[in-house]
């Protein structure tokens, strides 16, 4: 076979640092692999290779035998050389792998249908979605970012890019230290603080190294379902606590005599979805139990600087002088979901045994979020964007309010949250919450139907709206339009259409 | 008791948008939590408040007012306003947290005492470490990091730092298929594509998707070890193939018939720690037998791209027409660690469940690191860096190499390798690894002894050393000292030395 056809185009760089055997070797290996020289294809011999790049003929076997060394060609004494058969043929005649048989068992969580419908959901330029619990993208304070890094890259210590401790970047767990310092009587220092990869990963990290499979958990109800979902797939037993009215002592106290529980999961401040505020005393009282009963408590805060009235109590941790609450901070709803970082406050050992099983998971978070976080509370830049970003959710909040008042009247129940990013609502109507939601995805806007934040009944009046994404004319648009989806129910039959949807299977 | 003195300081901030009643709420509240005003203490009337603060009486009875929803002071009827008992009393009495209890048992891996040793083995300037297998932070590209940054951050879309898919940024998913399908003649799709935080999360993710205690892994011996400790962590038996000579396809295949074990973990290219590549036939015969078996193969690649030499063979991945390698990836040695990025390449299905389980440990990875990575592989910036850091590395691999023919003789063996990190060494003399390093540190200089990188045996004369970390000069001065170090065990009487070390528990 003539392979001259197949290099004329070829141009050897006789300038570069690279040998001509290895540039030659390189195009034939190219040509080999992408099948153009196919298996059993004669190659010239070692004296027409040298002629047809122009190269001596010691560089021409050079090449040969290279490429033999790696098994793309093979001489045959006498014959020839060859391109080898370097596919592995008796594969075509392999099963496919069974991929799905291979994989370990996945416990399915009772909500991801709901929350997979709903991501689901096609978006488009029109639809105006009200389900994702994130801050506005045009409020995240990247440009200050921005400024920060060019100011300080030429400052960098380059071994701060390399690996650093598992338990974070030393500068940010000592601000962050500080920052906890500040708010509590407790003494709070660098070994009491590890980095995360997002405030997710503290729960991931929490369940494995507190809970075996027959545990038991307790949780609010309705609850943020990432953290049931992640106590669940751990294969515990997870038991709830009523979370729409005062806090429900004597039922927590059964569960710690009846199922001693491993850990009471809880959002305290501007609860996820319902906007409640644990208040002071109740804290207190919830404190005192746990030092009572051994029990850990995982105080997830994603909100508590989002306050819209006055600031709201201090957190359980600042309260706790038992050291047995577990706190879980993280930038995503401050600053913003990007950077994945998110923070660990609890006691020396439980820091200690997290970066054993953090080191498995990702050995540490990005370094260079974290040194660009770092930077950024030095300069004290949270502050600032905190009382920014106070002042506008503020106003959204209200004009959310506002149109559900106007647009929605009777049909639609509320309480004005002090704080967070929610609107949760109860409908007032025939309707339910899945079934709007439907409808409502036709009129080009969502929502997440209350459901999905409860593992133990199927509450079908409740859904969450978040009221932090949008502009004001957007959420003014977006409730007008769920509005209209409302109405229409009213003037249909709405027997056919509910059971239609009522009898498939609920949580 | 006059709480005047506490407050003579204080300045009211009458420009501030916040409420005057709210500022002196925070003061008060900031002496509560820090104990100058203890619990009980009698708080002034109203009126002389107000006086105190020069405010109106109506604000004065807002901050009181607030004080006490949130749990802070307390008003007796006849009596005044004193402090609140807010802090949760009881505890005191309450037995610590034994945490240490409550955690799930931690599975110890039989290296992790001689990893710790090594770690904390103390750093100074004055020592050199040959151990950690890092690149040189001064070759780290991050002057073109922080050049695309500038010249991108502008542009940038903030919809790119919010929530991304799990399996990571869209364009780098699409830049890091289009890299595999220049290799490859199996396409290569965005869909086979997850991005990792490093492609340590990688192995722990498989780890979840298809390991269950009980279950057989085979890895090469000896082996990265990180990679055993998060297989020995999912409870699995790991059974070893030598990997100092020829691939062993009889043992191989009788594990496959014996124990049909889940996945084979391997480095085909310039392995961790002793060098070797695979060479193409034996690649293939490798395909050939897992396809028959349908045996899951883990291609772990860090290194092929650190070639100083040929190039390497092609991957197993780019061999692999039965689809049942999944490769693994990382930007940590070519570029910085801190990026925290790898990359996996695998069938679809394996794609979409390591997805399912990356959500629950991270969510995503970070974006700052995604949105850089995916500029610099944009501009082909990596290519030229490699190119660069090739030609480095490999006057640093010839450096060591002669310093240890010039200074330890006959006492080290190694043969070269053409590519990786590092040098993998055999003690010739007396002396065996572990108590070498032992002196070693006292002479200012480390490494990691070879019974590091096995689990079934213990090999008390092998060493690694890395040669990428440290300068020309640096290496032969660290070289210097373990070849000094080496030749007092010469001088001495190694028998007490010898059986007091090896009478340490060993692996």
Chains 1, 2 share one sequence.
Not at 232 to 258: C, K, M, Q, W
Not at 347 to 363: C, F, G, H, M, S
Not at 440 to 449: H, I
Request: hydrophobic letters at 35%; aromatic letters at 10%; proline letters at 7%.
């Amino acid at each position: 076979m003539d392979i001259s056809k197949h290099f004329l185009q070829s141009q050897l760089d006789h300038k570069s640092s690279k040998s001509l055997y290895l540039q030659i070797q390189e195009l034939i290996t190219a040509k080999i692999m992408n099948h153009s020289l196919p298996p059993g294809t004669k190659l010239p011999p070692e004296r027409e290779l040298a002629s047809l790049f122009s190269v001596s003929r010691t560089t021409a076997i050079n090449t040969y035998r290279q490429l033999e060394q790696q098994g793309l060609i093979q001489t045959k004494v006498g014959s020839g050389t060859y391109v080898a058969d370097h596919s592995p043929n008796a594969l075509n005649t392999s099963l496919p792998m069974p991929w799905h048989q291979l994989f370990s068992p996945y416990p399915q969580s009772p909500v991801s249908s709901i929350l997979r419908e709903l991501v689901s959901t096609p978006t488009s330029e029109y639809n105006i979605s009200l389900a994702a619990g994130m801050p506005d993208p045009k409020f995240y304070p990247f440009d200050v970012f921005s400024n920060l890094f060019q100011k300080n890259s030429s400052s960098i210590d380059l071994n701060d890019l390399g690996h650093i401790s598992t338990e974070g970047y030393a500068p940010l767990r000592q601000t962050i230290a500080a920052l906890h310092c500040n708010k509590t009587t407790m003494p709070t220092t660098p070994d009491n603080v590890s980095i995360l990869s997002g405030s997710q990963q503290g729960l991931y990290l929490l369940s494995k190294i507190f809970l075996q499979p027959g545990d038991c958990v307790v949780v609010q109800s309705p609850t943020y379902i990432g953290a049931v979902q992640v106590f669940h797939n751990a294969g515990v037993r997870i038991l709830t606590l009523p979370a729409n009215s005062s806090f429900p002592f004597s039922l927590l106290e059964d569960y710690l005599i009846r199922y001693r529980p491993k850990l009471f999961y809880i959002v305290p401040t501007f609860q996820n979805p319902n906007g409640r505020v644990l208040p002071l005393s109740e804290r207190q009282e919830l404190l005192r139990l746990a030092a009572r009963h051994q029990l850990i408590i995982v105080e997830d805060d994603p909100y508590s600087e989002l306050y819209y009235n006055e600031p709201p109590p201090p957190s359980l941790k600042a309260l706790d002088n038992h050291d047995g609450v577990i706190y879980l901070g993280t930038f995503s709803k401050t600053l913003f979901p990007g950077l994945r970082i998110g923070w660990m406050v609890a006691a020396t050992p439980v820091i200690n045994r997290i970066a054993l099983e953090k080191q498995y998971v990702d050995l540490h978070s990005s370094n260079l979020s974290q040194w660009l976080l770092h930077l950024f509370l030095q300069e004290e830049a949270l502050q600032t964007h905190l009382v920014n970003v106070r002042k506008e959710y503020k106003k959204r909040r209200d004009a959310m309010a506002n149109s559900i008042r106007r647009h929605c009247g009777a049909n639609l129940d509320f309480s004005l949250p002090s704080g967070g990013f929610y609107l949760w609502c109860k409908l007032q109507t025939e309707v339910t919450s899945p079934v709007l939601l439907h409808e409502a995805t036709k009129n080009g806007v969502s929502f997440v139907p209350g459901e999905a934040f409860y593992t133990d009944q199927s509450n079908l009046k409740e859904l969450r709206l978040c009221f932090a994404t949008h502009s004001e004319d957007k959420l003014e648009e977006g409730i007008k339009r769920l509005a209209k989806t409302l109405s229409s129910f009213d003037q249909q039959h709405p027997g056919p259409i509910k059971s239609n949807f009522a009898t498939r299977p609920m949580i």
